[in-house]
């Protein structure tokens, strides 16, 4: 894979900078794009010792704007994009009835139509290269979570969109891989949105057992070098996944209780 180019988007924290080093240990350039450009840095820092070449961006994934300037730039700087993984999320903590509607708009701005407006920008080079989409969605996009509403919206979002997408770019050699990770160690959670917009206050219920980011990162890596389709991380995605197409009243009554049962 030496010499090929991969854009990861949230690339300065959490899953995106652990793909980020791992695909430098594949030998790939990297786009790190990021609105955090303190972390976006010192995720470079640490890809250039590992000898992977480096172009850090500045990029809104709200903006079309925004996006289509990092892709031109990354064109410009490598010649080529052969992988872009829509990565940068945000989520909320809060009942719908506690949630302003902002709320809701802000978070599927990132999560679904950021993912969107990176991939819309990249098509062209995504499709001159026969190269491939990482799109990351959740275990929220197939399984109920109380109190994500609007996260387990742009989820489902994600996937319905990547996966149509994929009827559409297939014969054409583009590959769309859709990630479902259960919970995974990075500070997203930390940096969850109130009801109202402010930080999230309380704990949450499920970072007892999460997967490191590392270990996510390499799951997803070594998936992508297969060309599937569909990827769950983590026994818990797994299981919800199977679940939700065999018994989804059951997977239901599982998430609120774990949820419901151990929130303020």
Sequence with gaps: ????????????????????????????????????????????????????????????????????????????????????????????????????????????????????????????????????VIAMSSVAGFCPLPMRTGYAASKYAVRGFFETLRTETRHRGLGIMIVCPSYVDTKIGDNALGGHGEKATHQRSEAKGAISADDAAKAIFIAAGRRRDFLTIGKGATLAHILSRIAPSFLEKLSTKRVLNTSS
């Design 1 to 132: 894979m030496k010499g090929k180019t991969v854009i990861i988007t949230g690339g300065g924290s959490g899953i995106g900078a652990a793909l980020a080093r791992q695909y430098a240990k594949g030998g790939y350039n990297l786009a790190i794009l990021d609105i955090n450009m303190e972390g976006a840095n010192a995720v470079a820092k640490a890809c250039r010792q590992i000898g992977a070449g480096i172009l850090v961006q500045e990029c809104d994934v709200t903006s079309p704007q925004s996006c289509t300037k990092a892709v031109e730039e990354t064109l410009a700087h490598f010649g080529h994009i052969d992988v872009v993984i829509a990565n940068a999320g945000l989520t909320h903590l809060s009942l719908l009835e506690n949630t302003d509607l902002s709320v809701i708009r802000r978070v599927m701005e990132v999560n679904f139509f950021g993912a969107i407006n990176i991939v819309k920008a990249a098509l062209p080079a995504l499709l001159g290269a026969k190269g491939q």
